[in-house]
């Protein structure tokens, strides 16, 4: 849940205060909310969040292919 809502931060935001009952929240900018924060963020995140996606994506298939070897299989029998 958390990758996505790094990727779409805006979308989730504009949602949310769209829900709110408070007008002020409704009426803000969400775009220029997002783009300011992120550029207070330090230049090597983007590199570190992309990161942490890729190596979460391969480790999650290489656990799927150790789990599939049949050495798993007898181990989990």
């Given at each position: 849940m958390i990758m996505p809502g790094e990727v779409f931060t805006t979308r989730y935001i504009k949602a949310a205060f769209h829900k709110s009952d408070d007008p002020s929240l409704r009426g803000l900018?969400?775009?220029?909310?997002?783009?300011?924060?992120?550029?207070?963020y330090p230049s090597w995140l983007r590199g570190?969040?992309?990161?942490?996606?890729?190596?979460?994506?391969?480790?999650?298939?290489?656990?799927?292919?150790?789990?599939?070897?049949?050495?798993?299989?007898?181990?989990?029998?």
């Open positions: 900018d969400v775009e220029a909310f997002v783009d300011a924060a992120a550029g207070a570190m969040i992309a990161a942490r996606l890729i190596l979460a994506t391969v480790g999650s298939l290489l656990v799927i292919v150790a789990l599939a070897l049949p050495a798993a299989s007898g181990y989990f029998a």
